[in-house]
């Protein structure tokens, strides 16, 4: 059986651009949490903020060396664009893109799947618990 893990990520930005977290969750096939973190980035935009956080949860996501990482997001822009179906016309995005394709180079298979807000409430409530902090 493959090893499928589910990374559940979360960018926020209160002012877009304003004070900036990631929320980051992974989960194994049977559902059961492994990883949780929730980090501040400073000032950036919400796509910036989105970009990062899947950046990070590639990263470490890492050491759990699965054979195929699902990451699922619900940034319609980042899952668009890193699929191919949106180009990337801002420069600082393109360069996170970048960064995001060599970080896959550590995986085997990695897909991006778009998915409701509903469906991503635990890494969000990390982001905005980590932008409640921040005063």
């Given at each position: 059986?493959?090893?499928?893990?589910?990374?559940f990520?979360?960018?926020?930005?209160?002012?877009?651009?304003?004070?900036?977290?990631?929320?980051?969750?992974?989960?194994?096939?049977?559902?059961?949490?492994?990883?949780?973190?929730?980090?501040?980035?400073?000032?950036?935009?919400?796509?910036?903020?989105?970009?990062?956080?899947?950046?990070?949860?590639?990263?470490?996501?890492?050491?759990?060396?699965?054979?195929?990482?699902?990451?699922?997001?619900?940034?319609k822009?980042?899952v668009?664009?890193?699929?191919?179906?949106?180009?990337?016309?801002?420069?600082?995005?393109?360069?996170?893109?970048?960064?995001?394709?060599?970080?896959?180079?550590?995986?085997?298979?990695?897909?991006?799947?778009?998915?409701?807000?509903?469906?991503?409430?635990?890494?969000?409530?990390?982001?905005?618990?980590?932008?409640?902090?921040?005063?």
């Open positions: 059986m493959k090893k499928k893990l589910f990374l990520v979360d960018g926020a930005s209160r002012g877009n651009p304003g004070p900036a977290a990631a929320g980051i969750v992974l989960k194994d096939q049977d559902g059961e949490v492994l990883l949780k973190k929730g980090q501040f980035f400073g000032r950036m935009t919400n796509n910036e903020a989105e970009y990062r956080a899947l950046l990070l949860g590639l990263e470490l996501v890492g050491k759990f060396k699965p054979e195929v990482l699902v990451c699922l997001s619900d940034s822009l980042v668009s664009q890193i699929n191919g179906l949106f180009r990337v016309k801002k420069p600082h995005l393109r360069k996170l893109l970048l960064k995001i394709r060599q970080a896959e180079g550590g995986y085997q298979r990695v897909l991006y799947k778009l998915i409701p807000r509903e469906k991503n409430v635990a890494a969000d409530a990390l982001a905005n618990h980590v932008l409640n902090q921040v005063k």
